[in-house]
């Protein structure tokens, strides 16, 4: 229900701009321009998006607990989309807020972010211990189909929860970028008021972003998913980690940051916690702690005070839109109207579905309504061909059985092959090349390219080539039409397995 809303244009405009939305669109598939992040800089929508941020959360704090108890009876497809509405904002704004402009064309409600990245990150800190000992283990069907709707709900907002305190962090750090550039009563709230510097560092001692699955591999939370870290990479530092180390090096060395950042002796037992992680290897990985360490080394011969000292009269800017909107709020009926647009039927699963299709294409709708069908016998299928994820199959066998007509169309949608050495030259090149055989070296295999300058001829010409013994011909033939490792028309590979249906 929170969608961003922009202001309708007039009729005269709206051609335009949707000619404009088109071009924007390609630009940021063509990563070129950064045509959106202008869009919303110049319409002034980073303070919508921070609205419809703190308007969802809210929202999911003060409705949603009370209809817990009717989930059975709502659309789980809806209810899931209106808790990830807000991670979508979120995710919009850290891509946004990498840019200065639009760290700067945020002000008017910068300080609403930052104090709504500071409540995630303090959840973070109560939810670390009970993600990271949740079950690990890949969930099968059955087990999928013995969840009740309550525990499923409750997992996916815990997991949609924890992966917007990651993305806090990331917002985090490049607020603290623009020190020069934020208002001085963002500055202000991050520094005296939340203290934020007292949630970062032990962030760094309890790594929620690094788990232990149940194979005893290790784990990071990287790009919004959990992959597994290879035993060669232990000692690299996780991006999610490198972000707390810069956002604490930009409030603890900025000479603005510190001024107002006055050191009592809590504060300096809480930074001297990190010597004892700030080793060679992740200096050497991020070099610019180095001033940073020599810093702190100070810090721990010099003398604070016990308590902060007391101003007789402070000015500040408080954040306004969660008290704004939890203020004079009948929740009980915005629970009962969201039961009612909530609601499970049949009218409406086939609307979200018609929606999904316009989305996501026809066949994997389809599927969901209707049931996946093996490609062979078109009985019930549960798993699918693991290397174009397309075509399902009910069993090895029926895989085994369709392999030589799925063949062509899976080998169709692998990832293109290295360069093999064989160059397309265009017309307009004054050179030729042509493909000569050596003679064997070693393995007798290796094809040599041999460019022989030329002027491009008027008129196309047949050279008639050397005779040469029949056998020598179609031995060379063979070695320039095939490639150099051949694949076998083979059955399908014998370690290819299936993955199990989501």
Same mark, same amino acid.
């Given at each position: 229900?929170?969608?961003?809303?922009?202001?309708?244009?007039?009729?005269?405009?709206?051609?335009?701009?949707?000619?404009?939305?088109?071009?924007?669109? %390609?630009?940021?598939?063509?990563?070129?321009?950064?045509?959106?992040?202008?869009?919303?800089? *110049?319409?002034?929508?980073?303070?919508?998006?921070?609205?419809?941020?703190?308007?969802?959360?809210?929202?999911?704090?003060?409705?949603?607990?009370?209809?817990?108890?009717?989930?059975?009876?709502?659309?789980?497809?809806?209810?899931?989309?209106?808790?990830?509405?807000?991670?979508?904002?979120?995710?919009?704004?850290?891509?946004?807020?990498?840019?200065?402009?639009?760290?700067?064309?945020?002000?008017?409600?910068?300080?609403?972010?930052?104090?709504?990245?500071?409540?995630?990150?303090?959840?973070?800190?109560? =939810?670390?211990?009970?993600?990271?000992?949740?079950?690990?283990?890949?969930?099968?069907?059955?087990?999928? @189909?013995?969840?009740?709707?309550?525990?499923?709900?409750?997992?996916?907002?815990?997991?949609?929860?924890?992966?917007?305190?990651?993305?806090?962090?990331?917002?985090?750090?490049?607020?603290?970028?623009?020190?020069?550039?934020?208002?001085?009563?963002?500055?202000?709230?991050?520094?005296?008021?939340?203290?934020?510097?007292?949630?970062?560092?032990? #962030?760094?001692?309890?790594?929620?972003?690094?788990?232990?699955?149940?194979?005893?591999?290790?784990? !990071?939370?990287?790009?919004?998913?959990?992959?597994?870290?290879? %035993?060669?990479?232990?000692?690299?530092?996780?991006? @999610?980690?490198?972000?707390?180390? #810069?956002?604490?090096?930009? #409030?603890?060395?900025?000479?603005?940051?510190?001024?107002?950042?006055?050191?009592?002796?809590?504060?300096?037992?809480?930074?001297?916690?990190?010597?004892?992680?700030?080793?060679?290897?992740?200096?050497?990985?991020?070099?610019?702690?180095?001033?940073? @360490?020599?810093?702190?080394?100070?810090?721990?011969?010099?003398?604070?005070?016990? *308590?902060?000292?007391?101003?007789?009269?402070?000015?500040?800017?408080?954040? +306004?839109?969660?008290? !704004?909107?939890?203020?004079?709020?009948?929740?009980?009926?915005?629970?009962?109207?969201?039961?009612?647009?909530?609601?499970?039927?049949?009218?409406?699963?086939?609307?979200?579905?018609?929606?999904?299709?316009?989305?996501?294409?026809?066949?994997?709708?389809?599927?969901?309504?209707?049931?996946?069908?093996?490609?062979?016998?078109?009985?019930?299928?549960?798993?699918?061909?693991?290397?174009?994820?397309?075509?399902?199959?009910?069993?090895?066998?029926?895989?085994?059985?369709?392999?030589?007509?799925?063949?062509?169309?899976?080998?169709?949608?692998?990832?293109? !092959?290295?360069?093999?050495?064989?160059?397309?030259?265009?017309?307009?090149?004054?050179?030729?090349?042509?493909?000569?055989?050596? !003679?064997?070296?070693?393995?007798?295999?290796?094809?040599?390219?041999?460019?022989?300058?030329?002027?491009?001829?008027?008129?196309?010409?047949?050279?008639?080539?050397?005779?040469?013994?029949? =056998?020598? $011909?179609?031995?060379?033939?063979? $070695?320039?039409? +095939?490639?150099?490792?051949?694949?076998?028309?083979?059955?399908?590979?014998?370690?290819?397995?299936?993955?199990? @249906?989501?």
């Amino acid at each position: 229900f929170f969608f961003l809303m922009i202001r309708r244009p007039p009729r005269s405009t709206q051609s335009r701009s949707s000619a404009a939305s088109d071009v924007y669109k %390609r630009q940021a598939m063509l990563r070129s321009d950064e045509f959106v992040k202008e869009a919303f800089v *110049t319409f002034d929508k980073l303070v919508t998006l921070v609205h419809e941020l703190v308007l969802a959360e809210t929202w999911k704090a003060n409705v949603l607990p009370l209809s817990r108890n009717d989930l059975d009876s709502l659309s789980s497809y809806r209810v899931y989309l209106c808790m990830y509405h807000e991670a979508t904002v979120a995710n919009i704004l850290e891509v946004l807020l990498y840019h200065r402009d639009a760290v700067e064309a945020t002000e008017a409600a910068l300080i609403d972010l930052t104090d709504y990245a500071y409540r995630k990150i303090v959840w973070a800190h109560s =939810a670390a211990t009970r993600i990271r000992d949740r079950p690990k283990k890949p969930v099968t069907a059955e087990e999928l @189909l013995k969840k009740t709707r309550a525990q499923e709900h409750q997992e996916q907002a815990e997991d949609i929860e924890f992966g917007l305190a990651m993305m806090s962090l990331t917002i985090v750090r490049y607020i603290t970028d623009q020190t020069k550039s934020i208002p001085v009563s963002t500055l202000h709230h991050l520094l005296v008021e939340k203290d934020i510097l007292c949630a970062l560092v032990p #962030l760094l001692e309890e790594r929620p972003w690094i788990r232990t699955n149940d194979k005893g591999e290790r784990e !990071k939370f990287e790009n919004y998913k959990w992959i597994v870290v290879p %035993r060669s990479d232990y000692a690299t530092v996780p991006k @999610l980690e490198a972000q707390v180390w #810069l956002s604490i090096y930009n #409030l603890f060395m900025d000479p603005e940051c510190r001024k107002k950042y006055e050191i009592t002796e809590f504060r300096k037992s809480n930074l001297l916690r990190l010597r004892k992680y700030m080793n060679e290897l992740l200096i050497d990985q991020i070099p610019v702690l180095t001033p940073m @360490l020599r810093a702190l080394e100070e810090l721990s011969i010099v003398n604070v005070n016990a *308590t902060p000292q007391i101003t007789g009269f402070i000015v500040q800017q408080v954040p +306004e839109l969660r008290a !704004k909107f939890s203020t004079g709020r009948d929740w009980k009926a915005l629970a009962q109207r969201a039961r009612e647009l909530l609601r499970q039927d049949d009218q409406m699963q086939k609307e979200d579905f018609l929606r999904m299709a316009e989305l996501y294409g026809s066949d994997v709708v389809s599927g969901l309504l209707e049931g996946f069908k093996c490609q062979k016998c078109k009985q019930d299928a549960s798993k699918r061909c693991k290397r174009c994820k397309k075509v399902w199959y009910c069993s090895r066998e029926c895989q085994v059985a369709d392999w030589p007509q799925h063949k062509p169309n899976c080998v169709a949608v692998e990832e293109p !092959k290295k360069d093999d050495g064989i160059r397309l030259v265009p017309r307009e090149e004054k050179t030729t090349e042509v493909l000569r055989e050596d !003679k064997p070296k070693h393995d007798g295999r290796k094809l040599v390219t041999e460019v022989i300058e030329q002027p491009q001829p008027q008129v196309q010409q047949h050279v008639q080539p050397q005779e040469q013994p029949k =056998a020598q $011909q179609e031995t060379q033939q063979q $070695q320039i039409t +095939e490639p150099t490792h051949p694949e076998k028309e083979a059955e399908p590979p014998k370690t290819s397995k299936f993955d199990e @249906l989501d």
